[in-house]
């Protein structure tokens, strides 16, 4: 089925440093959703938008929905061990509840 | 409040047994998902339930996979004659509108 590029696949980083990933469609999408999954858990909203050029943040995280409508990106600031975790992008079209999922991106922090 | 449940959380079967999981969504939300999530992958889309109907199971990898939703609320994923490519992670997911809130998941071994 139909996926959404997610970049990158994965990023070790140190304790501190800033995080950006990244979400790409060749189709439009008027919803964009963030999530972090961590071991043995299901994904958790972290982020949602809904406008195109929406800027939001959560805390440290802060995301935006591209002016184009095709892509999104996530920032992670000041980043802290308790971020490590995998994070998926998912958008939606039109009226279409189902959503695309990205194939996620791994973040690992050395404290 | 509650949040998505889902039961039981491991299942560990037989190759050739039926297996029956469960997800109790978030009350009121009326969009129910099931997906599949091998391990170290992304999120596989099987079967999206509105109300008690399934427009959309293009995912159901098999006539051996199966759903059913009552009362707007619980959903059982049935899989029969499971095999062990089955195992994985099943996880449901509830939504109002857009925003998807997931349970746990059942972890499926098929040994």
């Known amino acids: 089925g139909q996926q959404l590029n997610q970049s990158p696949q994965s990023m070790f980083i140190q304790e501190g440093e800033d995080v950006s990933m990244n979400c790409t469609s060749s189709?439009?999408?008027?919803?964009w959703l963030w999530y972090k999954q961590e071991p043995g858990e299901g994904p958790v909203l972290l982020i949602a938008?809904?406008?195109a050029g929406e800027l939001t943040s959560n805390g440290r995280l802060t995301a935006q929905f591209g002016i184009t409508r095709k892509d999104s990106f996530l920032n992670i600031s000041a980043s802290i061990p308790s971020d490590v975790g995998i994070y998926f992008c998912?958008?939606?079209?039109?009226?279409?509840?189902?959503?695309?999922w990205g194939l996620g991106t791994s973040l690992g922090v050395n404290p | 409040g509650a949040g998505v449940s889902q039961s039981p959380s491991n299942k560990v079967t037989e190759k050739g047994k039926d297996v029956e999981l469960r997800c109790d969504p978030i009350?009121?939300?009326?969009?129910l998902y099931w997906y599949r999530q091998r391990l170290g992958q992304g999120l596989e889309f099987l079967i999206y339930?509105?109300?008690?109907?399934?427009?959309?199971k293009s995912g159901l990898p098999s006539d051996r996979f199966s759903a059913e939703r009552t009362g707007e609320s619980v959903s059982t994923l049935t899989i029969q004659r499971t095999q062990q490519e089955d195992s994985a992670v099943y996880l449901c997911?509830?939504?109002?509108?857009?925003?998807?809130?997931f349970g746990p998941g059942t972890r499926l071994t098929v040994l």
């Open positions: 998912a958008g939606a079209a039109g009226n279409n509840r189902k959503l695309i």
């Open positions: 997911a509830s939504s109002p509108i857009g925003e998807q809130f």
């Open positions: 009350s009121g939300h009326t969009a």
């Open positions: 189709s439009i999408f008027n919803t």
């Open positions: 339930f509105q109300g008690n109907s399934a427009p959309d």
């Open positions: 938008l809904y406008k």
